[in-house]
């Protein structure tokens, strides 16, 4: 049986991975339990990033479009998560 989850807050108390396009924004930190996710993998930014937000790992490392050239720059082939 599926259910609809009407608020955000009962979604984060409820699930064992979140799935965004986007980074953790601040107003969703709060939500964010001791250690989960352990592990946050975006997209939809033009720049690489490794960081620790609290317990989690936040990652991207976007190609980015040809005609940016900072994009091209900050990709970085090899770069590889254990999970």
Request: proline share 10%; glycine share 4%.
């Amino acid at each position: 049986m599926r259910k609809i989850i009407a608020t955000a807050a009962e979604v984060w108390s409820k699930s064992e991975m979140i799935c965004k396009v986007k980074e953790p924004l601040e107003p969703e930190y709060p939500r964010m339990r001791d250690g989960q996710p352990k592990l946050w993998i975006h997209g939809h930014s033009h720049d690489r990033c490794d960081y620790t937000l609290g317990k989690t790992r936040v990652v991207a490392n976007p190609l980015g479009y040809p005609n940016e050239p900072r994009s091209l720059e900050a990709f970085e082939p090899t770069f590889q998560v254990e999970v």
